[in-house]
């Protein structure tokens, strides 16, 4: 699996756009990018995918340029509940018994309101 | 729906002594994970079910460790006996193919604290 790096913490005031970035030099052509969030005291939640560049849903969006190598989650509009510790993960989408998660260490976001 | 559930959220326990955790996941749901979180990292996978079959147990401790999944649904993670290094936060988690990928939907774990 190919490895992330992402940084350790970020703070952002409320109502700004957060872009965490996460770099990923080794992936693999058929490895998609995945972003986890998750809150104190529980479990991650699926938050957005993205192969190639540029997927919105209504949490997030993911930019991916050309290469692939790294990769942005952008989260417009931050309020105090934006506050998690957020995954990049890379990987083969999914087989039917074999898809595995691996976890960094993640980025911890900060909202200061 | 129900997300997924797991019991006791908390367990103190002495070193050397047993613990055993539950997961019932989402219902409908064939792949059940079991992981494990220490503190300031990420989750780390022990093991892997897909319907009551063991897909993946590279990474659970086999000496001190076990997990079953007897009927295709509940399953118990066990440690016996339990080490200090073992305290962390234990997630099950469930998935199920959607539009090619195996989202994952995680329970909010069992707190353990080895003393």
């Known amino acids: 699996l190919a490895k992330t790096t992402q940084p350790i913490s970020m703070d952002s005031y409320e109502g700004q756009e957060v872009n965490i970035t996460c770099s990923h030099n080794n992936i693999a052509t058929n490895d998609y990018i995945t972003w986890y969030q998750q809150f104190p005291s529980q479990g991650p939640r699926f938050i957005i995918q993205g192969y190639k560049t540029k997927v919105t849903n209504e949490v997030a969006s993911l930019f991916i340029p050309a290469d692939r190598k790294s990769s942005t989650l952008s989260l417009p509009r931050v309020s105090l509940s934006d506050t998690a510790v957020y995954y990049c993960l890379v990987g083969p989408r999914g087989g039917a018994g074999s898809y595995q998660l691996t976890f960094g260490k993640g980025t911890k976001l900060s909202v200061i309101p | 729906e129900a997300g997924v559930a797991q019991s006791p959220r908390y367990k103190i326990i002495e070193k050397r002594q047993s613990v055993a955790f539950w997961c019932n996941p989402i219902?409908?749901?064939?792949?059940l994970y079991w992981y494990q979180q220490i503190l300031g990292q990420g989750p780390k996978l022990l093991i892997q079910f897909q319907n009551n079959g063991v897909v993946d147990d590279s990474q659970l401790p086999k000496d001190r460790f076990s997990a079953e999944r007897l009927k295709g649904v509940d399953s118990t993670l066990k440690i016996q006996p339990a080490k200090l290094e073992d305290s962390a936060v234990y997630l099950c988690?469930?998935?199920?193919?959607?539009?090619?990928?195996?989202?994952?939907?995680f329970g909010p774990g069992t707190r353990l604290t080895v003393l």
């Open positions: 988690a469930s998935s199920i193919r959607r539009d090619g990928y195996n989202e994952q939907f």
């Open positions: 219902s409908g749901h064939a792949t």
